[in-house]
């Protein structure tokens, strides 16, 4: 017999599924051994939610200081530790990034701002510290180090989340990539991911729906769902969570059928960081 928190955050867990996935999930036999604080925190996972707008209350250095080093806690491919974390916390170095991507204004707004990196340098040093060759000169080489820096900006995010924290990942500031990189002071082979604003949030927020893990949770082998069930997630996020605007009308116009897919189709249909090969390249990454 489910005790009262854990018949509470099964409650949870059945409303967020529902808005994320538009239907819940019988939970197994084995849930019992997680009890109800392990159900609750899993329903605050499946229930979370990027915010944008914060209370006007610092975050403090303290807990900044907490939260990076949980997120450095991650796992890391083949325990290279190839994630820095840089806090922003001079207003002008804030103001130069924060110019540099106007259509976010949460980069200037948020309570606290941070870089996460890819840094495949300090294992290059390492090499040659220790008369060995860096003989891994290659693509794997930066992949590792993204993986990495992507593991490291969803765990941090995650540790704010826990911690009554909300925020949003802004990979934006690699439109310019290379003045980040200049105002950072990035050397060869460290890299901006993306920035992370974090704050007490303002407003509740809202769960945004997923596809349908009948198109992105396979058995055994790849199966592709087919346009219908994309098509049919389009339909339930028009209903549930629709728009509140168009993309480029200017460009494209308005349609009376808008939704993630016309948003999704519209955004790549046009180039967007074109040049970041050639920015990687210039870290001194071959990409071969
Ligand atoms: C790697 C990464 C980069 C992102 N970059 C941006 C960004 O530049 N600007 C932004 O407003 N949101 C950004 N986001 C947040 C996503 O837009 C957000 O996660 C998505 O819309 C789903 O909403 P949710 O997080 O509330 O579920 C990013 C998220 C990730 C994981």
Redesign the pocket.
Known sequence: MADSSEQRAREDLDRAFTMRFGETVALPDDIDDIGGEGLSRLAAMAA???H?NWADRPVSDELIGLLVRIALCAPSKSDLQQADIIRIREPGQRRRIADLVPS?PWVATAPAFLVICGNNRRIRQICEERRHPFANDHLDAFFNAAVDG?IH?AWLLMAAEMAGLGG?????IRNAAAEVSAILQLPDHVFPV?GLALGWPAEAGTI?PRLSPDVTFHHDRYEEAGMDAISAYDQRRREVAPYGSQRRTDRFGECDDYGWMEEKARHYALPERADFGAFIRSRGFRLD
Request: a positive charge; charged letters at 20%.
């Open positions: 979370r939610r990027s944008r976010m992507g900006l949003c990942a802004v990979s934006v993306a945004v």
